[in-house]
């Protein structure tokens, strides 16, 4: 299995809808992320988490939200999607001793 | 807020040749720098970290150089292979808390 599993791995969805990508690992890090990237646009952050009860907005948080369920679950939603949210959608993790980052595989999300 | 430039236009070389990407930033000062590599379809694997009092550091293939005063990192895979066709992401941080990533560079191996 894999040490980060994002779900779904592809979604498309109506401009409007609320939409949740999930994100679980099996590394027992604390430390948790969600980025987005784009063409031309690399990586940019979302939310970041470094515990259940600790959230934190990163450059582009506007349009999401995210929920810290416990310490391996950190699900990303858009409350209202919109089409300039389609994008390539990466969960990640660490455990903050400045360790490279594990990623999932990502969620490709299409809003139309 | 700080800029992260790689090299915009992808990258072809011989097999066996050393391949040089380049990492340039601006209006910041990292801590430590990373290297990562991204296959289509599929998220980042981490290869190589550098802390800014460190020049140089090397893995198996893999050359990481980290110059502070010219803002700049050069990421090296020497003999190359058709198999490290990729496209490889830099990321910068400070606290280790947040990475800032680039764009990017793809690079084609030629066999």
Known sequence: DADVTQTPRNRITKTGKRIMLECSQTKGHDRMYWYRQDPGLGLRLIYYSFDVKDINKGEISDGYSVSRQAQAKFSLSLESAIPNQTALYFCATSDGRVHGYTFGSGTRLTVV | ?111
Do not use: M
């Open chain 2, 1 to 111: 807020s700080q800029k992260i430039e790689q090299n915009s236009e992808a990258l072809n070389i011989q097999e066996g040749k050393t391949a040089t990407l380049t990492c340039n930033y601006t209006n910041y000062s990292p801590a430590y720098l990373q290297w990562y590599r991204q296959d289509p379809g599929r998220g980042p694997v981490f290869l190589l970290l550098i802390r800014e009092n460190e020049k140089e550091k090397r893995k198996e293939r893999l050359k990481v150089t980290f110059d502070t005063t010219l803002k700049q990192s050069l990421f090296h895979i020497t003999a190359s292979q058709p198999a490290d066709s990729a496209t490889y992401l830099c990321a910068l941080g400070d606290t280790g808390n947040q990475f800032y990533f680039g764009t990017g560079t793809s690079l084609t191996v030629i066999p």
